[in-house]
């Protein structure tokens, strides 16, 4: 019978990579303890280091939407118009 894979939430995964760097565990010993492969160790490792980046990006705020209540960036095509028809003629009843 084939044993079943464990699958690590992100969190956990930093806090393998934190119990290397930090306190300085032999990979052999979190392999040996958490069942892992040493390749996936290091390809955890090297995606952690090439992803940390974002880690410090500055987030976008938020836009306020626009006066008419419609999403930024998309106008109100009776903006600017005035009363009459909605394609800006006068209307002749």
Known sequence: MKKQRKHYTPEEK???LRRR???NEPISKLCDE???QPT???RRQKEFFENGAA???QKAR?????RNGSPPGEEDPDEG????RADG?????
């Open 14 to 16: 930093v806090a393998i």
């Open 21 to 23: 760097l930090l306190e």
């Open 34 to 36: 958490l069942g892992l």
């Open 40 to 42: 996936v160790f290091y």
């Open 55 to 57: 880690a410090f990006e």
């Open 62 to 66: 938020p836009t306020p939407p626009s």
């Open 81 to 84: 118009r005035g009363p009459g």
């Open 89 to 93: 003629g006068a209307s002749y009843s």
